[in-house]
């Protein structure tokens, strides 16, 4: 009976046509649908300005409508930034980018970039509403470079087609870490014209200065002192005896911020009896790898010298292993003083830190880059006559309480130094803006930087910026802050790279 059925039904002449028909049809549907998978490019859009690079998950790109690059923590201010963004008229704005790595995986670059970023929307708020009308307002945008700023090219060369049109972009803040990447970018960005604001930029390589080939950035700013500032700052405070100091530094080379600590804590140690301690970091410097176990053997050499500070040369991620391993040292009777760079803002908010070990007769001092508390006064502590002032501090406190309906953290100077960046780039681009002009060119906002001074200084939360002719700080304040037990970053005092606090004219002397 089936076998007769199925004769009849497929066998006929006419249902042979029907079938021949449907199954082409089948067959070409399928095919074209492949063909025009095949011929139609992948949408890897994220965002408008803001997609997917090839190979990559990551979203990239530059926008300022308020999307979070997929980061939850930083839907909150993206979305001011959108609200703030759309109150700006055609014409009256230029604009400024925040370039930081915003989708990096490491939890504490995480807290920075959000800190950061809640820093400059801070100060873009003021600049737009509590500065006398002055112009022209100020566009804020995110510019994500990805993890371990990977794909900084990407986004420069968006950033670098953003300078015409409605975005009129003027500056590029941000630029945080001192890595490869990150100078690959400040060389391209400042070659295209673009004026630079550097945030916690710290390396002296990543820098200009005096002498042939030595203005290889140009239009680079910094508000943050150089590694070789802060090595000093650290010296004048700790009074250091360098027949019972050490250093223990990176071997890995090409990571800017490393390789110019190691340079300046070494000339600092000048005389010193012990070689440094070496370890290696891995290529990627937030993850564990082996240094524990290098560290362990370490503090088993320390203990066999008469050293009683060590300098450190190194990353975050390492520096917490070496605390960790000094904490737990067979001399355990012997106190050491661990003294490093602005990387010991993030030991607060590392759950891995051993905290035990900072009861073990061991104190950990760093120089930071800001602190809540440098400009409060406090019984016992005054405050500097010069290089900063309270009501630059309380005004920030002002500013910065509008970014977040939870209070952003301010121990790890983060917020402050990015608030500081974003102001001394808003000055920039309103005294190059020319008399009755609406916006001012380009090529103008970076040649602002030699005038930033004197009476023309930036009043920052963070002290003054009083910057010489290659864009660099003088004399900048340089808060000693102290890892406490509890994991509170506890400020010490000010110190200062030329020993005293800068002259109210604040006006750099003529060098060499």
């Given at each position: 009976?089936?076998?007769?059925?199925?004769?009849?039904?497929?066998?006929?002449?006419?249902?042979?046509?029907?079938?021949?028909?449907?199954?082409?049809?089948?067959?070409?549907?399928?095919?074209?649908?492949?063909?025009?998978?095949?011929?139609?490019?992948e949408d890897r859009s994220c965002a408008a300005g803001v997609e997917r690079p090839e190979g990559s998950s990551e979203c990239v790109g530059v926008n300022g409508d308020g999307y979070d690059f997929g980061v939850p923590t930083l839907t909150e201010i993206a979305g001011l930034i959108r609200t703030e963004n759309r109150t700006l008229k055609s014409g009256e704005y230029a604009t400024v980018a925040l370039l930081l790595p915003l989708t990096s995986t490491d939890s504490g670059m995480r807290e920075k970039m959000l800190y950061e970023v809640a820093g400059a929307y801070a100060r873009q708020y003021r600049a737009n509403h509590e500065s006398n009308s002055e112009t022209p307002k100020i566009r804020l945008v995110l510019a994500n470079t990805g993890k371990g700023n990977a794909h900084w090219s990407a986004t420069v060369e968006r950033l670098k087609g953003m300078t015409g049109g409605e975005d009129r972009l003027r500056a590029v803040s941000g630029v945080a870490t001192s890595s490869t990447e990150i100078r690959q970018a400040v060389a391209a960005l400042t070659g295209a014209g673009i004026a630079v604001v550097g945030t916690t930029i710290t390396a002296d390589d990543i820098a200009n200065g005096a002498g042939a080939g030595k203005n290889r950035y140009p239009g680079l700013a910094r508000v943050s002192p150089t590694n070789g500032d802060e090595a000093k700052a650290l010296a004048h405070f700790g009074k250091v005896e360098g027949a019972k100091a050490l250093l223990v530094q990176d071997t890995r080379t090409g990571d800017h911020y490393t390789d110019t600590l190691k340079a300046a804590f070494s000339a600092s140690l000048k005389g010193a009896p012990y070689e440094p301690q070496l370890f290696t970091s891995p290529p990627d410097p937030t993850e564990e790898g082996t240094t524990a176990n290098t560290f362990r053997q370490?503090?088993?050499?320390?203990?066999?010298?008469?050293?009683?500070?060590?300098?450190?040369?190194?990353?975050?991620?390492?520096?917490?292993?070496?605390?960790?391993?000094?904490?737990?040292?067979?001399?355990?009777?012997?106190?050491?003083?661990?003294?490093?760079?602005?990387?010991?803002?993030?030991?607060?908010?590392?759950?891995?830190?051993?905290?035990?070990?900072?009861k073990a007769k061991l104190t950990v001092r760093y120089a930071s880059l800001a602190h809540p508390d440098a400009w409060k006064p406090a019984p016992g502590r005054a405050v500097p006559a010069t290089g900063g002032s309270t009501a630059a501090y309380e005004t920030f406190l002002a500013d910065i309480a509008r970014a977040s309906?939870?209070?952003?953290?301010?121990?790890?100077?983060?917020?402050?130094?990015?608030?500081?960046?974003?102001?001394?780039?808003v000055h920039a681009i309103r005294q190059a803006t020319p008399q009755g002009a609406q916006y001012p060119e380009p090529a103008d906002v970076g040649t602002q930087w030699p005038q930033v001074k004197g009476s023309l200084?930036?009043?920052?939360?963070?002290?003054?910026?009083?910057?010489?002719?290659?864009?660099?700080?003088?004399?900048?304040?340089?808060?000693?802050?102290?890892?406490?037990?509890?994991?509170?970053?506890?400020?010490?005092?000010?110190?200062?790279?030329?020993?005293?606090?800068?002259?109210?004219?604040?006006?750099?002397?003529?060098?060499g």
């Open positions: 009976m089936v076998s007769r059925l199925r004769a009849r039904f497929w066998y006929t002449a006419r249902q042979k046509i029907l079938t021949s028909v449907v199954a082409v049809a089948v067959v070409g549907s399928v095919a074209g649908y492949a063909v025009d998978r095949a011929l139609t490019p370490i503090t088993h050499l320390i203990c066999d010298t008469r050293a009683e500070t060590v300098f450190f040369a190194g990353r975050h991620t390492q520096l917490r292993q070496f605390i960790n391993a000094l904490g737990a040292r067979g001399c355990a009777e012997r106190p050491f003083t661990i003294l490093t760079g602005d990387e010991g803002s993030y030991l607060g908010a590392d759950a891995k830190l051993n905290r035990s070990a900072l309906k939870k209070p952003i953290p301010l121990a790890d100077g983060q917020a402050i130094v990015a608030y500081d960046a974003m102001a001394t780039a200084r930036v009043e920052g939360a963070s002290g003054w910026i009083c910057l010489d002719n290659y864009g660099n700080p003088f004399n900048k304040a340089v808060p000693i802050v102290e890892l406490s037990e509890d994991g509170t970053q506890k400020f010490v005092q000010i110190a200062w790279p030329e020993r005293t606090p800068p002259k109210e004219n604040c006006l750099p002397p003529r060098r």
